[in-house]
């Protein structure tokens, strides 16, 4: 049977603390549950070995579709695919990405408190596949929403995969860096784009300040219309369903508060609060601008905010947290202070 190995970013593991093959395996495991049937967990799903050396996730293919290598050209910390031949030979796949602008949109931007990248794309692939089928996570143009987004990783992700993007942060120098940012990359790559920023006025009272771009990679796709939307407001989370219409969303996604150093920024509405108390008030105005069918992704440090309040929380607010295997075992550590974990959740149709 054809088999393909996958080698993991080395770059991972330090991000991860030697949790970055179970992390792409479980990554792996979750969309293959999610958009393809879970065909490759039948075939006995990936298995970690060591070639040369260096350890390899090999995957059983049986007849894989080319929609199937589309899939698994996402994943968040795969460096590189090969064929697995039965000679043990390994032959490289070209891999045709999601990704439609220059990785340094991802990784220009340096800063304390940024959630790292890898972690980032595993939340919104797993997110994203919960909240639409094979054919519209490689094909469509998502409206993603991060409603704690800093600046701007799960933003700057969203627009690599050429869907539409949307924050909303508290915090005035992290929304202004990320507008200056996003303002000053679209220029040096010469993006067609157009932006406007305005005060977001809602029944007489003022939320925040908004800034909107619209652009596309090509003039082409410009001039037709078929454009992407990015949109940062400055404002409070808590405000999230007076910002936005009901159901205006496909994904939420966001990386809480790890209720340290830079967490509990104080908002207008949240007098410094933990992390829990915070989600536990947010989490309706979230689900509420969430569309039906659509999903809810968090990762957050379960040393300030146990997974089972978190879940409970969520179904509180009315979604299904997925709870197969391969979204139970995601956690990891990240330094002495933080044990992070991930969940996703399913608003129901
Ligand atoms: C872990 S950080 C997210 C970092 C982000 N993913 C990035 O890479 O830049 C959590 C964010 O929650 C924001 N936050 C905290 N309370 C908030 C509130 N009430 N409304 C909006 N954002 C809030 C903080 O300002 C901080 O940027």
Known sequence: MPQYAI???????RVYSRNAARLTRNELLGLDELLLDGRLRALGGPVERTMGGVPYLVVPVAAPEPEDLRVLANLSSLFALFELRDDGALVPLDLERLDRYDDDLLTILKYVGKTNEQLTRLLLNLTAAAATTREGFLGSRLRV???M???GTTLNQALMYGWDAYGVDVDRRDVEAYTAFA??????KRLKHRSGSTRLRVAGKTLGRRTTFTLAADKELFRAGDVQTLEVTQGDTLDVDRMYRAGFFDVVVADAPYGIQHGSVTGPRTPSR???DLLADALPGWVTVLRRGGALGLSWNTKVLPR???VAMLVDAGLEPLDGDPFLDLAHRVDQAIDRDVVVARKPR
């Open 7 to 13: 080698l993991v970013q080395p770059s991972a593991n």
């Open 145 to 147: 929403l991060d409603p």
């Open 149 to 151: 987004c800093g600046r």
């Open 183 to 188: 303002a000053r990359w679209l220029q040096d």
């Open 274 to 276: 933990a992390p829990g």
């Open 308 to 310: 089972q309040d978190l």
